[in-house]
């Protein structure tokens, strides 16, 4: 039976959702608060610089092709993919860099040259990483978390002690160089949480990284946001931006719409892709599933702290992606999770499009992005980004040993006020909650409300967690979650 659907939010699992119910036969409308869609993935142009506001890394291949799949696509139809070599580079100091290839052997070359014995160490470790990946990615990830037992299967039983260990302490019994350590604990921290707090299921995420490697979109990740908007209309789904929910209407227990501009607009089912927290608040407060002391007691992940940079040359000694470990990766890793404050020596991210992307850049120039990691809802003031901005180019001149600062024609900068701002976060989170243990699968929020009939939620609050595949899996979860409860 068709249904006419409301959609807030025009992020990854928004716009995924959108595909598979038009595909269902509903009639769909994405409703947008901000004036461009792609939610955190948006993108801005300016002083002919291109940006990428949000995500800047492409993993898991596979699980895009599969989205496209669903829709007898291909993602090569959409948009063209560039393998990364290297994937990155790590800096640990001057002339101290080690550089990820774009395949395994190298990379076991590599930390053999390190330490030896490493790179047969390197293999066994990705093996695991992989027969973890094929038991996660390929089938307990399109669960949509609604009971422990989706969890038990006869393959999971045999993982079950990698659930009782952590990451950090797995790579730790195995490798000693302090370096090899922290390149193996890097790809959790797209999970939200502390590699000590995440369990060793999620090794994974290292199969992701060594074993499929890194790409780029060839123009940027907005790129997927497009291609995925070019599939919703091809499907009928109509797209409105400049459209923020002031309210969901309620009616006997039930969704009945959104209100607009003062405006209702019925509607059978009402999904959200926003900010779950934000979501329950366009609710009264008995309509809400989740108290205000239930998401104070919930791990997030960081916020961040963004800078959007050009600059009137190239810059040299750098590759497209590359991480700032200098510095000491606990003692930021704490000043989040542990004592939340502004690190005094924080670690960073920094990503060069232009260096693929000849598009991204005026002519001899280039397009700088950097990152820092935050505590969710730390204090922000224009006066600490501008402090931590000096703190970490002046850290990139040294070790990259160059003088850029005197060549920035552009910067902007986003941080923990704007990821409320701009998309209602809470805290002003940049990642969502935290995959931990107690956070996995049914124990997130859920994707159906459990008071409020044709209510949905997809996204990086819910099932099954922060990441863009992960949106996009999440969008095909309730979009099958909504076609279920309209045939029972």
Not at 357 to 366: F, K, L, Q, V
Not at 378 to 403: C, G, H, M, P, V
Request: net charge neutral.
């Amino acid at each position: 039976m068709k249904k006419t659907i409301s959609i807030i939010g025009s992020g990854f699992s928004a716009l995924a959702a959108s595909c598979y119910l038009a595909q269902q036969g509903h009639e769909v409308t994405i409703y947008e608060k901000n004036d461009s869609i792609g939610g955190r993935a948006r993108q801005f142009k300016s002083n002919g610089f291109t940006f990428d506001m949000g995500p800047s890394w492409y993993w898991m291949p596979d699980v895009f092709e599969r989205f496209f799949n669903d829709f007898d696509k291909k993602q090569s139809e959409y948009y063209e993919l560039i393998k990364l070599n290297p994937a990155y580079r790590v800096y640990f100091g001057i002339d101290d860099f080690i550089s990820i290839h774009d395949n395994l052997e190298a990379i076991k070359s590599t930390f053999e040259n390190i330490e030896k014995g490493s790179g047969q160490k390197l293999q066994s470790f990705i093996n695991s990483a992989k027969s973890n990946y094929d038991i996660a990615i390929k089938d307990l990830v399109y669960r949509p978390g609604v009971s422990a037992l989706e969890l038990i299967t006869s393959k999971t039983i045999l993982k079950l002690n990698q659930f009782l260990s952590n990451v950090s302490s797995d790579i730790r019994k195995e490798f000693k160089d302090e370096r090899l350590i922290q390149i193996l604990e890097f790809p959790v921290l797209f999970l939200g949480a502390k590699p000590s707090k995440t369990p060793s299921f999620y090794n994974f995420m290292n199969y992701a990284d060594f074993g499929l490697g890194t790409w780029h979109p060839k123009t940027g990740m907005f790129d997927v946001v497009r291609g995925i908007e070019k599939l919703a209309l091809e499907l009928g789904v109509t797209i409105k931006t400049n459209s923020p929910v002031e309210k969901i209407i309620i009616e006997d227990q039930t969704a009945t719409g959104i209100i607009i501009d003062g405006k209702k607009i019925k509607s059978d089912i009402i999904l959200s892709g926003a900010d779950y927290h934000h979501t329950e608040t366009l609710l009264e407060k008995q309509h809400r599933s989740y108290s205000e002391t239930y998401w104070e007691s919930r791990v997030f992940a960081p916020s961040s702290l963004l800078f959007f940079v050009g600059f009137d040359k190239k810059i040299e000694n750098i590759t497209h992606h590359a991480l700032f470990f200098d510095v000491d990766f606990n003692q930021h890793a704490a000043d989040i999770y542990d004592n939340p404050k502004w690190p005094d020596a924080p670690l960073f991210y920094a990503n060069f499009p232009s260096k693929t992307d000849e598009t991204a850049a005026p002519e001899g120039m280039e397009t700088g992005f950097f990152l820092i990691p935050l505590a969710p809802g730390i204090n922000d003031s224009q006066l600490l980004r501008e402090e931590y901005f000096a703190k970490i180019i002046n850290r990139f001149e040294q070790i990259t040993q160059q003088k850029i600062k005197n060549n920035i024609i552009f910067k902007r900068s986003f941080c923990k006020n704007d990821f409320v701002t701009d998309y209602h976060a809470y805290k002003g989170n940049a990642y969502g909650m935290a995959n931990t243990l107690l956070q996995t699968a049914f124990l997130r929020p859920k994707l159906k409300s459990k008071k409020v009939r044709n209510l949905y939620f997809t996204g990086q609050l819910t099932v099954p967690g922060p990441g863009v595949p992960p949106a996009l899996i999440s969008g095909k979860l309730v979009a099958e979650l909504i076609q279920k409860s309209l045939r029972s």
